[in-house]
């Protein structure tokens, strides 16, 4: 385990601008994990660290220093930091002792989508995007289709909100939403509180669908609404006619699940 | 409109403390309202404000111009401030050119609950809790149970998540679940994931169900699973089996809110 001791150190300077700027992550191609949670799902599924960093109060956890253990000897670097140090470094407020660099996975090959998608247009609230992507693993959506509009996907605060969800999905960030639905065989449906639009409940939800989602407050934009072969709508009997995303997308992704498993095998 | 300039005047400085802090809201039996969106709900509610203040900014705009008009004649005192003043109190980063204070409403009375209600266990995260009661209210709940370790409900990050939620609920703070709880006539039902947990899909929910969530985490305290008549776990068929709270609120109430809409009007 390196030691390292100085806030100037260019190790510890490229994690803080990891940690700190979307540009940083873009230019460099790499983020940065925060927590023991979110690096074990990491390397659980499969994926390589570059450095792992821990603080001295962080190798008084059984679970970090079990971490450090299972990255001995792998390609990733494990350094040990004064607490202060990592706690400049870290993007979250109390830092949880231990924070790893990884490169940005590439972008997913482009594919023919045969199965249910999520597909968000201008999403930019990174805890709102991050509660979602884990609904859509969660729910067992495979493909995260994300429009220019959203926000970075692999930003810590997405990552942290995402809980692993990265992990498990195939992310397409900056998605051309047009190019990617075209031929799509599914059918596409957008939430959107219009006199046209179906009742969630009376669709059938069995076949694949690609669910459109947009940023809370504006809603679609109208390139994207132009995209839904449907539009849908979640009844709402309450005095409050709108929720949040995050809970609009899980109400829909969980509807689609009850139908398909009342669905007979074929 | 009143002109306030300076900083130190002490109507500034009590709403700076209203908005900062939780101990000078409970003391105060006071809160505040952050931008025209939840000023409008409230009003439309029927909520008295105390106070409406609007930075020099705020007055270009003509809903804020409006809400100022709502307002003059009544009980509410309108406040002109400089933009700097302004965002110096405000609770959010960007302020919305107007926030209003109010009077903490008196604790709803005691009453024997008879429909479905939302009871909460330690959601301490604002942005969660905001948003938990925003579906509670869409999907009309009408009262919502805190217990003493969930966040306070009428803190300003709060009030802006539920997006007028607040207004249209009964919410009952520092509860007493189990007293609350003592002779419900409907089902209790907890999330867990447990071996014995029922599956959400298979559960006849057309009758009342009081409904208990815990925390991001750690999930709900030995006393609250205690009261729960069943446990139920919502299937997750992906690789990730965890669900953010808002996102399981939002399943479990709207499948509720589906079966009764299939449920014959007696």
New interface residues.
Partial sequence: MKAITSRDNPTVRRLRALAGSARERRKLGQSVLDGAHLITAALDAGWTLRELAISEQGLQSAEIVRLAERCAGTSCEVLRLPDAVLAQISPVDTPAGILASFDLPAEPAPRAFTDSLLVLDGVQDA?NLG?IL????????QDALLSPGCAQAWAPRVLR?G???HF?LRIHERADLAAALAGYPGQVLATALRDDSWDL?ELDLRAPVAWLFGAEGQGLSPEALALASRHVR???????????V??????CL??Q??QR?DMPTR
Same sequence: chains 1, 2.
């Fill in positions: 805890g509660a884990r609904t859509a693993a969660a729910a067992g959506i909100a809980m692993g969800a498990a409940y979640i009844p709402m009997p309450g005095r409050l006619e709108s929720l949040n995050g809970a609009a997308v899980a109400i969980f509807e699940l009850r498993r």
